[in-house]
């Protein structure tokens, strides 16, 4: 046999066995939905209904970061809390951090119309693909099999942090001339970049931390607002 040919096909052995490695890891937070139950200032929030939904039904950042606390304490992780979140048109997205390492742990989102409103789902893309730690593609079947993170992944990825944002302002000058990076939260296995022009955030994309291939946030619509919230927590 070609020694090439025979190269190959351990390489994608190799490859295959890894991707079914991590899709049987029960390493993972994110569960494949969880929904909460609001009730304005009429009282404290019921965790595991859906919402009911009227035309007048919308949720405030307030009432997010709530929903993403409550999220949490189902958890029952102390480390975990959450950095960030940023008001979008058609959700609000979340950034869960570790308090001892500052390192980014996992992104999620709580959407604010249509049937799912209310409902805190994984982000889709590199949280549920790239994160070596906290996600994996089982988050989306339901994972969070046995409240633990993956004990194996550290904080290093051959590409670092400044390469990354070369990669990101790179992809931006193809795509999206004349913005730039605004802010970036590493996590397990890529970076999460904000860009935008001027003083106004347009979107966000990712970069993984092993090959360099970035990933459009496709799913977010018009940036509203954020607020940040590290540091404030007890």
Same mark, same amino acid.
């Given at each position: ?50 919402? +009911?939904? #009227? $035309? ?9 970061? %709530? ?32 308090? +001892? ?9 709580? /959407? ?6 209310? %409902?805190? !789902? ?9 994160? !070596? ?10 994972? /969070? &099999?046995? %409240?633990?993170?993956? $004990?194996? $992944? ?10 990354? %944002?070369?990669?990101?302002? +790179?992809? &931006? ?11 970036? #939260? =590493? ?8 860009? @935008?022009?001027?003083? +106004? ?11 360099? =291939?970035? /990933?459009?946030?496709?799913?977010? @619509? ?13």
């Amino acid at each position: 046999m070609n020694g090439k040919l025979a190269i190959g096909i351990v390489l994608t052995a190799l490859g295959l066995l890894g991707t079914l490695a991590l899709m049987l890891t029960p390493s993972l937070y994110l569960r494949g939905g969880y929904e909460v139950e609001y009730c304005s200032m009429m009282g404290p929030s019921m965790i595991g209904q859906p919402i +009911k939904q #009227t $035309p007048e039904s919308s949720i405030s950042l307030d009432q997010a970061k %709530r929903l993403a606390e409550q999220y949490l304490d189902s958890l029952g992780v102390e480390d975990l809390a959450v950095k960030e979140i940023m008001e979008f048109e058609r959700n609000f997205y979340i950034v869960f951090y570790e308090r +001892k390492t500052g390192a980014g742990a996992f992104e999620a989102l709580i /959407w604010k119309t249509g049937s799912s409103i209310g %409902r805190i !789902t994984p982000e889709p893309g590199p949280n549920m693909m790239w994160n !070596t730690k906290y996600g994996g593609p089982m988050v989306h079947m339901g994972g /969070w &099999l046995n %409240r633990r993170p993956n $004990p194996l $992944p550290s904080n290093y990825m051959p590409i670092d942090e400044d390469e990354a %944002r070369r990669i990101g302002q +790179k992809y &931006l000058d193809e795509y999206f001339p004349g913005a730039e990076i605004k802010e970036t #939260t =590493q996590f397990y296995g890529y970076y999460t970049f904000d860009f @935008g022009r001027g003083d +106004k955030i347009h979107g966000m994309f990712s970069v993984n931390g092993y090959s360099g =291939q970035v /990933w459009y946030h496709s799913w977010h @619509g018009s940036f509203i607002r954020m607020e940040e919230y590290e540091g404030n927590h007890g």
